[in-house]
C-alpha cells in the first residue's frame, strides 16, 4: 500500500514539472529545454527505482523466530531396591534383623494340686510339688518336653520329662519331687515347660516354702 502512494506522488510530481516547464516558456527571457518522452519515461524509472529503495527501508523487517532449546530430559528414578526387604536383614523380619517366632504351644497355671504358697517346711525335708496346668496352645506337647527350674531355688529337683503327649486343651498335672534347703527363711523356686528345641513358653509357675519355725 506504501509503494503505490510513493509512485503516485513521484508521477504527479513528474507531471507538475513539466507543467511548470512548458507554461513559463512564453514569460523567461530565455528559452527553457523541453523535455522528451524518452527522458521523461527515464525520469519516472529513476523516480520508481527510489520509490522501491524508501519502500525497503521503511517496510519491517522479519525478525526470525527464536529457536526454543529441549529441556534436558531427567532420568527417572528406580522404583524398586532391587527386591533387598525394607524390614530388617532377613526377609519378614523386624528392624532390629531379630526373626519374628511365632509358637503354637501354651501353658497355662491351674492350681496348686500339692504344696500350696509358704507351707512351713524344716530343713532337709523330702515333699513333692504338684501342678495343674492345661495346654493352652493349639499344638499338642510332645513326649520329651522339659519341665524346668529357671530360676529362684530348685530345691534338689530335676527337670521333669513329660512321659506321654499331651493334647491342646487338655489339663495335665506336674509333679515334681524336692527337698527343702537347709537354710531358713521363704524361698521359692520358678518352673517352666520348654520345647524339643529348649525354647520355654506358657505361664511360669513356681513352688514357695517358709523353712524354719513361725514366730
Known amino acids: 500500500m506504501l509503494k503505490k502512494r510513493l509512485m503516485k506522488v513521484q508521477i504527479i510530481l513528474v507531471l507538475g514539472a ?21 527522458q521523461i519515461q527515464t525520469f519516472a524509472v529513476s523516480t520508481f527505482s527510489s520509490a522501491l529503495t524508501m519502500t525497503a527501508l521503511v517496510a519491517p523487517t522479519n525478525t526470525p523466530a527464536v529457536t526454543q532449546t529441549p529441556l534436558a530430559t531427567i ?17 519378614g523380619a523386624p528392624l532390629g534383623g531379630v526373626a519374628a517366632t511365632a509358637s503354637c504351644y501354651g501353658l ?19 515333699f513333692t ?17 522339659k519341665f524346668q527350674n529357671t530360676g529362684g531355688e530348685a530345691m534338689g529337683a530335676t527337670a521333669f520329662t ?11 498335672d506336674i509333679s515334681v519331687p524336692m527337698t527343702a534347703p537347709n537354710k531358713t527363711g521363704t524361698l521359692r523356686g520358678n518352673w517352666r515347660m520348654a520345647n524339643a528345641t529348649g525354647q520355654a513358653f506358657g505361664d511360669e509357675v513356681f513352688v514357695v ?7
Open 209 to 215: 516354702i517358709v523353712v524354719g519355725s513361725y514366730p
Open 18 to 38: 513539466v507543467f511548470l516547464a512548458s507554461c513559463g516558456a512564453g514569460n523567461a527571457p530565455e528559452a527553457t529545454p523541453t523535455l522528451g518522452v524518452s
Open 108 to 126: 497355662t497355671f491351674v492350681s496348686d494340686v500339692t504344696i500350696p504358697d509358704n507351707t512351713q517346711m524344716s530343713p532337709g525335708k523330702a
Open 162 to 172: 513329660l512321659p506321654a503327649a499331651v493334647p491342646a486343651g487338655q489339663t495335665y
Open 75 to 91: 532420568p527417572s528414578l528406580p522404583t524398586s531396591t532391587g527386591g533387598i526387604p525394607l524390614t530388617g536383614t532377613t526377609p
Open 129 to 145: 510339688k504338684t501342678w495343674k496346668v492345661k495346654n493352652a496352645g493349639s499344638c499338642a506337647w510332645d513326649a520329651g518336653f
